[in-house]
């Protein structure tokens, strides 16, 4: 059209983006750009719709049939061939309002725009092309065909594109979701047997109406779809429609559905077929009906060749529509039962609303049960009846959810932990279920297929899948602006909501505040948990949390948890410590990082006082990061130093022995550059340590003789007592035990009284890590008696000092010398309690230290059943680097060649005595 006069043009694509522009608005999306050639358009934004992706590709079909159309009326009145390119994308986008009092219009920016616009660029004329994410959520909706994996411009890598050929069979999510293939039906059974309850009832000629109740996903199609398949082996006649989300603006839409399956009318198919077939059909059921002919045809939009039809009045039709479909079902419920299913009522049109009243006040007589489903917003007159019952479905008690999630993932025992976060984030909600196993197969994150699937890799976090994201979005948005205000407010707050935190973090007034509280426990977003001291609220349910708190722009989550900080500091300001934790995930939400710096590391602190040494390791990377955002003054850097010491001792007791190297050489350059000697003596002394611990003996032994003089020359004593006791125990490693001895003696003699109890800086107390290796070089002495006196000691102290760690510690050493004086059954229930310990506190490192001088143990006594399992499992967790690699691998020679195993045994002992020689 380039070549044309602008005015002839005009004439020529007017027409053209009318069309597209009708279909954009027959599916309920905002237009949002008119080119001149062209248009953009938005579904599920400004505001959400759960089906936002279906409406866009249904809305794509209808543009290109429109411009088919055109292009055939218009041929030979122009010369120009017509046809147009459509590209969809879905994901998350910024819209912003541009407009006035007058005129409000909408853009989105972002990658998901960018991306969709470079769809219809790949697409050919003719053609709708859409990305990866976009089919995910229409699977079953529409036909597609892959286009393969396409290099697009300002993207890394290649992505996966998919042409939309045609509208597909699915109209509902269970639909959809049957081409996977249907999971297990279990939690079910009580209501399924009140449905067949109902259904004799009917089929005795007492119609019922029955009203299956509950929230998006909880399974009222799949219950719906169970009663029906367990008819259809019966006389039972079944007829099924559903409303839709975008067709509320569309006069009879379920109706019209159900009576082409019923008619089985095709698209496409002639008028004149459609109505001799169904006038064959209505003379066979009962010559009776034939005057309903017109009104039928004019539902499933045949054209009417009856002139005394079109005569009547519009009112006069609209109530024989209503008649003749009421009349219809009524006389094949008296042929035989009949089960009329209309699902998801809550989008159902008000025509459909109509014949749905009257044909309930018409069913006490009839063969006919009723079954509808619908979620608890929607309402109805029908709860006086004697003849409706309404079920409200709940969500899957834990126990069904389990065997829901067993049928979905398997039974691979690495997928436990996945399993308990699955059903805590789910909440019992089987759709929730099924859509994050599925996400998490698209996402690579599980590999093989349903029933047999295992992790892949470590899995951090859990995004919430799309097509949960659109059902819980859609519901938000369609809450008023100050209770969806007050909603995203709680999001902020956490899975505990005290009402004077909400009060204070809300910007909604005293009296809109409660009124939008109702609301939101009125449509089950939030429930009141707690009554005293304050009010509490909390999320029905956590996906819903995490959804509300995606709906918020970046900087308004900052500005949130920012009041949030303030609102705490005020309310609960003679309790902070009880707030730490959420006071530290606030200030880091919020960015006010000298806040966030203090209270991650006071959460961390509190973790690890509770030997929650993992929690305590995230509060203290988090730190760190928060650190990098303060001015580098020497009085951060030292503060920074000593950030890294404490995450230090947590990560020591959790087996990362390599993160803590890298956190002291970072911790070495800073104090160097300070020229800060205390805190390069800790640092010496820590290395020790860790070095140890990985199996490097001789740095070990260097750093702590480093720490040794720094610590005689600043005449540090907690210095000396750490460098002392790390020293000693690579000595007694390498089994150098006159220095062993020197340096843990030391430790025994002058850590005495109170100063037993101190840590010193250690991840556990130096008095009992000195008793407990001073046992183990004393045993491998062969003095038993002088070693069982440290041990004893060591364990009495860590009791005394309810210290967990330290408790570990002190089984091992005392077990370890009951073990090597061969008295293993003393040894077994010593080294059973610290493996239990350090399993419940996940305490890798010495995890990994027990579990082998239990499976050594376990030998000893001769039960080699439960000593061989468990020294090979030992051993495939220690890297060659490890501490003790040499030791362990010589004791499951010993167990091998007790099971009569002896070239195992013979090659076991060959590796540690050559591991042995080359760690020295």
């Known amino acids: 059209l380039a070549d044309r006069d602008p005015e002839e043009a005009r004439k020529i694509l007017d027409p053209v983006l009318e069309g597209l522009m009708e279909a954009v608005h027959r599916y309920e999306g905002?237009?949002?750009?008119?080119?001149?050639?062209?248009?953009?358009?938005?579904?599920?934004?400004?505001?959400?719709?759960?089906?936002?992706?279906?409406?866009?590709?249904?809305?794509?079909?209808?543009?290109?049939?429109?411009?088919?159309?055109?292009?055939?009326?218009?041929?030979?009145?122009?010369?120009?061939?017509?046809?147009?390119?459509?590209?969809?994308?879905?994901?998350?986008?910024?819209?912003?309002?541009?407009?006035?009092?007058?005129?409000?219009?909408?853009?989105?920016?972002g990658q998901t725009t960018h991306l969709a616009g470079r769809m219809e660029q790949l697409a050919d004329p003719g053609a709708i092309v859409i990305t990866a994410a976009t089919r995910a959520l229409v699977e079953g909706y529409v036909e597609v065909k892959s286009l393969?994996?396409?290099?697009?411009?300002?993207?890394?890598?290649?992505?996966?594109?998919?042409?939309?050929?045609?509208?597909?069979?699915?109209?509902?999510?269970?639909?959809?979701?049957?081409?996977?293939?249907?999971?297990?039906?279990?939690?079910?059974?009580?209501?399924?047997?009140?449905?067949?309850?109902?259904?004799?009832?009917?089929?005795?000629?007492?119609?019922?109406?029955?009203?299956?109740?509950g929230d998006p996903g909880v399974g009222k199609s799949r219950l719906v779809w169970e009663f029906a398949e367990s008819l259809a082996s019966q006389e039972w006649r079944i007829m099924a429609s559903s409303a839709v989300s975008h067709g509320k603006a569309t006069p009879y839409l379920p109706i019209a559905q159900f009576l082409r399956t019923y008619f089985r009318v095709e698209d496409g198919e002639d008028a004149r077929t459609v109505h001799e077939r169904i006038a064959d059909q209505l003379k066979t059921l009962d010559p009776a009906l034939l005057p309903a002919l017109p009104a039928l045809l004019t539902l499933l939009d045949t054209a009417v060749p009856d002139e005394a039809w079109?005569?009547?009045?519009?009112?006069?039709?609209?109530?024989?529509?209503?008649?003749?479909?009421?009349?219809?079902?009524?006389?094949e419920s008296a042929v035989r039962p009949l089960l009329l299913v209309f699902e998801d009522l809550q989008w159902i049109d008000s025509e459909t609303q109509t014949f749905l009243d009257g044909l309930v006040v018409s069913l006490p007589t009839?063969?006919?049960?009723?079954?509808?489903?619908?979620?608890?917003?929607?309402?109805?007159?029908?709860?006086?009846?004697?003849h409706y019952t309404q079920l409200r479905i709940h969500p899957l008690f834990p126990e069904s959810a389990e065997k829901l999630l067993h049928e979905l993932l398997g039974d691979d025992e690495t997928l436990t932990p996945l399993k308990r976060v699955l059903t805590e984030r789910a909440q019992g909600n089987p759709f929730f279920l099924e859509e994050s196993v599925w996400a998490l197969a698209e996402a690579s994150a599980l590999a093989g297929e349903r029933g047999r699937y295992h992790l892949t890799g470590r899995l951090d976090a859990l995004d919430v899948p799309a097509t949960i994201q659109a059902v819980l979005a859609a519901r938000i948005d369609r809450l008023s602006p100050s209770a969806k205000s007050l909603l995203q407010a709680a999001s902020v707050i956490?899975?505990?909501?005290?009402?004077?935190?909400?009060?204070?973090?809300?910007?909604?007034?005293?009296?809109?505040?409660?009124?939008?509280?109702?609301?939101?426990?009125?449509?089950?977003?939030?429930?009141?948990?707690?009554?005293?001291?304050?009010?509490?609220?909390?999320?029905?349910?956590?996906?819903?949390?995490?959804?509300?708190?995606?709906?918020?722009?970046?900087?308004?989550?900052?500005?949130?948890?920012?009041?949030?900080?303030?609102?705490?500091?005020?309310?609960?300001?003679?309790r902070l410590p009880e707030w730490v934790d959420r006071l530290a995930h606030h200030a880091v939400g919020s960015a006010v990082w000298e806040k966030a710096f203090g209270y991650l590391q006071q959460a961390g602190a509190k973790a690890k006082a509770r030997s929650a040494y993992q929690e305590a390791a995230s509060y203290f990377e988090q730190a760190l990061d928060a650190g990098r955002h303060l001015p580098p003054d020497r009085a951060h850097l030292e503060r920074m130093i000593d950030l890294r010491f404490d995450l230090r001792g947590v990560l020591i007791p959790l087996g990362r022995f390599e993160r803590a190297v890298e956190r002291l050489a970072e911790a070495e350059v800073v104090a160097e550059a300070l020229g800060d000697q205390r805190r390069l003596g800790r640092i010496s002394a820590y290395l020790s340590a860790s070095f140890r611990l990985l199996g490097e003996h001789a740095r070990s032994i260097a750093c702590g003789l480093r720490a040794l003089r720094i610590a005689a020359t600043l005449e540090d004593f907690a210095l000396q007592v750490a460098a002392n006791c790390y020293?000693?125990?690579?000595?007694?490693?390498?089994?150098?035990?006159?220095?062993?001895?020197?340096?843990?003696?030391?430790?025994?003699?002058?850590?005495?009284?109170?100063?037993?109890?101190?840590?010193?800086?250690?991840?556990?107390?130096?008095?009992?890590?000195?008793?407990?290796?001073?046992?183990?070089?004393?045993?491998?002495?062969?003095?038993?008696?002088?070693?069982?006196?440290?041990?004893?000691?060591?364990?009495?102290?860590?009791?005394?000092?309810?210290?967990?760690?330290?408790?570990?510690?002190?089984?091992?050493?005392?077990?370890?010398?009951?073990?090597?004086?061969?008295?293993?059954?003393?040894?077994?229930?010593?080294?059973?309690?610290?493996?239990?310990?350090?399993?419940?506190?996940?305490?890798?490192?010495?995890?990994?230290?027990?579990?082998?001088?239990?499976?050594?143990?376990?030998?000893?006594?001769?039960?080699?059943?439960?000593?061989?399992?468990?020294?090979?499992?030992?051993?495939?967790?220690?890297?060659?680097?490890?501490?003790?690699?040499?030791?362990?691998?010589?004791?499951?020679?010993?167990?091998?060649?007790?099971?009569?195993?002896?070239?195992?045994?013979?090659?076991?002992?060959?590796?540690?005595?050559?591991?042995?020689?080359?760690?020295?």
């Open 727 to 920: 020293l000693g125990e690579t000595y007694a490693v390498v089994a150098d035990y006159p220095h062993a001895m020197q340096h843990l003696a030391w430790n025994s003699e002058h850590v005495a009284g109170d100063r037993r109890y101190e840590s010193f800086g250690a991840s556990a107390l130096p008095a009992v890590l000195s008793h407990a290796f001073l046992a183990q070089v004393l045993a491998d002495q062969g003095a038993f008696p002088e070693g069982r006196l440290q041990g004893s000691a060591g364990l009495t102290l860590a009791e005394a000092a309810r210290q967990p760690f330290s408790q570990v510690i002190a089984r091992w050493g005392l077990g370890y010398l009951y073990v090597e004086q061969g008295e293993a059954e003393t040894a077994i229930p010593l080294l059973e309690q610290g493996v239990e310990m350090a399993e419940r506190l996940s305490i890798g490192g010495w995890g990994g230290t027990l579990m082998p001088t239990l499976g050594y143990a376990y030998a000893v006594a001769g039960r080699l059943g439960e000593a061989i399992p468990l020294l090979e499992e030992s051993l495939k967790r220690l890297v060659a680097t490890r501490r003790g690699h040499a030791l362990f691998t010589a004791q499951l020679a010993h167990a091998y060649l007790g099971a009569r195993r002896g070239n195992e045994a013979s090659q076991l002992a060959a590796d540690a005595l050559s591991t042995a020689r080359r760690r020295g």
């Open 310 to 331: 079109q005569a009547l009045d519009p009112q006069e039709r609209r109530q024989r529509v209503l008649e003749s479909v009421k009349r219809l079902v009524l006389r």
């Open 494 to 574: 956490g899975t505990d909501i005290p009402l004077p935190l909400l009060q204070a973090t809300s910007e909604l007034s005293d009296a809109e505040l409660p009124v939008a509280l109702a609301s939101l426990q009125a449509a089950e977003f939030l429930y009141e948990a707690k009554f005293v001291p304050d009010r509490e609220f909390r999320f029905n349910h956590a996906l819903t949390q995490d959804v509300a708190y995606q709906t918020l722009l970046h900087e308004r989550r900052r500005v949130l948890h920012g009041r949030v900080v303030e609102a705490i500091e005020r309310l609960y300001d003679e």
């Open 148 to 213: 393969g994996l396409v290099p697009v411009k300002g993207l890394a890598e290649p992505v996966e594109i998919y042409e939309v050929t045609g509208a597909g069979v699915a109209r509902t999510r269970l639909q959809a979701g049957a081409r996977r293939g249907l999971t297990r039906f279990v939690g079910r059974d009580a209501e399924l047997v009140q449905l067949r309850r109902l259904g004799d009832q009917a089929a005795a000629r007492h119609g019922q109406v029955v009203a299956i109740v």
């Open 30 to 109: 905002t237009v949002n750009q008119v080119m001149g050639d062209g248009i953009m358009a938005l579904f599920g934004a400004p505001l959400a719709h759960e089906d936002h992706a279906v409406r866009a590709c249904y809305a794509a079909l209808r543009m290109q049939e429109s411009v088919t159309k055109y292009a055939r009326e218009t041929q030979g009145s122009h010369s120009a061939v017509v046809r147009i390119r459509v590209g969809l994308n879905s994901g998350e986008v910024v819209v912003r309002a541009i407009g006035s009092d007058l005129r409000m219009d909408y853009t989105a920016v």
């Open 366 to 386: 009839a063969r006919l049960l009723l079954l509808v489903t619908y979620r608890p917003e929607y309402e109805h007159g029908w709860g006086g009846k004697g």
